[in-house]
């Protein structure tokens, strides 16, 4: 009995002892359960009393360590947090984020003065209709935007893989503002330096022609044409370095002779050579391939590269210049024995304003023209030289296509035209006049914007060249009052002048003064056969990528229409020249039908074209060539019928 008591006393004895643990234990293990939820609902000075057993303190000493950690990289976190937001606020450019929903996030208050139009929480809208660029533009590089009077630089980020995006928005509407204020200057300038130029160089040219002249004063007359070309040569220099600088050198790639071009540039720099005794080889083969690139800036290259080689190779030695078909390219090596250059010097060669020692005159600035304008063609310059031997330099040039139809000679279209020549000064009209003259062009001059519309309006030219620079009325309102006039805006245009900017002169042909004879004759005669090569085309949708890429690379002016009544809606409304009309369309004997072309001293020019292997049954409706030679053929059908 009493062991029973006994037992029993200590079985109760235990479990207080028990309970009085629990408790013990339990208390702070509460505590740091509570402590962990408020710490978790963001009350981070939450700490916990390390009590209890040994175990239990070590616990909450931890709980506490982590919370004071955890604190101290929160506080960090707010402090580059606000340092984040100040340094944006700051910024001088304008930050839009827009959510992968199109959903403004976030802009910066810069952006509210520069884009008000993107608020946040409202929508980004893209394209010509909205704020914003298209995306994948914009995510490729710089896009230049005009908003509300201002010139935007827009460039975008992906934010990691949620699909966000930031978009950084630069307000240089100043920049642009004094890079037109330095192009006007350029212009004016280079109008004042080559106005009096052109006069100079045009009538010397003239009298250098003239029998009359006795040998001594033909002498005279030369020492004064290379004196003029040389100082020609400084103001082109320079002009295209700033042109170059402010991206203003526009690229007009066309099929060409590049062989012609050779000799061109080497005729012009005869009395060059001859001075210094210099032999010239020329190895050009007959059957080359055309170039596909842009016939002037061809020429400078070469005449560049010319220079440069009669300039560092010493009396009486000898240059080389050939071409050569590699394929799809053409290869212009210029080679000279002159004094070479050594590893140093190569390595600089096509620095700007880079002169070695050994030569004469020039301004360092021809090779890297010569660089720059071979690139915006698409094509590579290379150069090998060692110091004694001679230096080699080679041009690759994108080349025509295998089999393609050849084109007539531009020139020979200004044959029996009529050309109005509009310049302010007197003797630069006269002498443009005169260069037309000698490849059989009729010309009328005007001195003055509102003569050259008065007569363009009163009578019939077929093409006219126009100044650009002139007092009252300048080239550009002519331009502008031209192509805004039914009646006139398809008159073809050469714009001879010295602007160096681009404005209202997208799409026209143009030569810089002081102008040669074939130069002009050529641009002139390209731009009448451009302006007469009306094509209408009328075929279904899904061809039209596998054939206008062909047509676009011919620079065949064309229309796509892709219906009977279409086309002959535009029949009505213009004039076409040529049709080229899908033989697989559901009725082509009916869009033949309605196909009326009305275009100038033309008969009626009708193409079919098949996308299949065999040519679909069309006997009567009139020659049927397969899609892979439309292009070709159309362009062969032009040269039978504009030469």
Known sequence: MVAGVAGGLALLGAMVLIGALLTAI?????????????????????RVDPSGPEEIRDLGGAFNRMAEDLGLA???????????????????????????????????PRAESVVPELRAGGRARY??????????????????????????????????????????????????????????????????????????????????????????????????????????????DLLDVARLESGQMEVHP???????????????????????????????????????????????????????????????????????????????????????????????????????EDGEGGTGLGLSIVRALVDLQRGTVGVHSEPGRGSRFTVRLPAEAPGAIRRPEPRAAIKGRRVLVVDDEPESAEIIAGHLRAFGARTVTAHSGEEALERLRTGQFDALTLDVIMPERNGFDVLRALRADP???????????????????????????????????????????????????????????????????????HEWVTSGAAAARACAERRFEVALVDAGMRDPRGVLDRVDLRGRRLGRAVLLFSTGDEAPETTGLGETVSLPEAAGAVLEALSERVS
């Open 26 to 46: 339990r208390r702070p293990l509460d505590d740091l359960v509570g402590a962990t939820r408020r710490f978790a609902s963001g009350r981070l000075d939450e």
């Open 74 to 108: 929160q506080r960090r976190i707010e402090e580059e947090r606000e340092r984040l937001a100040v340094t944006v606020a700051s910024l001088g450019d304008a930050l839009v984020v827009v959510e992968a929903d199109g959903v403004v996030s976030a802009v910066n």
């Open 127 to 236: 394209g010509e209709d909205g704020a914003l660029p298209p995306l994948e533009e914009a995510l490729a590089g710089e896009v230049m935007r005009e908003l509300r009077g201002r010139t935007l630089s827009i460039t975008a980020a992906r934010l990691g893989s949620g699909g966000g995006v930031v978009w950084t928005i630069r307000d240089v509407s100043e920049r642009a503002r004094l890079e037109r204020v330095k192009s006007d200057f350029v212009a004016t300038t280079s109008h004042e330096l080559r106005s009096p130029l052109t006069s100079i160089k045009g009538f010397v040219e003239l009298l250098a022609g003239s029998e009359s002249l006795g040998e001594r004063e033909r002498d005279f007359v030369q020492v004064i044409l290379r004196s003029t070309d040389r100082l020609v040569e400084l103001v082109d």
């Open 254 to 356: 066309r099929l060409f002779d590049l062989g012609g071009v050779v000799r061109e540039v080497a005729r012009l720099m005869e009395p060059q050579l001859a001075e210094r005794r210099q032999r010239l080889e020329l190895d050009l083969p007959t059957d080359l391939p055309r170039a596909l690139a842009d016939p002037g800036h061809a020429r400078q290259i070469v005449t560049n590269l010319l220079s440069n080689a009669n300039r560092y190779t010493g009396e009486g030695g000898t240059i080389v210049v050939s071409v050569m078909d590699e394929g799809s390219e053409l290869a212009l090596v210029v080679e000279d024995n002159g004094s070479g250059m050594s590893s140093d010097e190569l390595e600089r060669v096509f620095e700007r304003f880079v002169r070695r």
């Open 487 to 557: 009646a006139l805006r398809r008159t073809p245009v050469v714009v001879v002048s010295v602007f160096s900017g681009n404005e209202a002169l997208f799409g026209e042909w143009r030569l810089a003064k002081p102008v040669e004879a074939e130069p002009l004759a050529d641009a002139l005669g390209a731009a009448v056969l451009a302006g007469r090569t009306r094509l209408l085309v009328v075929g279904r949708s899904d061809v039209r990528p596998e054939l206008e890429p062909g047509l676009l690379r011919l620079g065949l002016d």
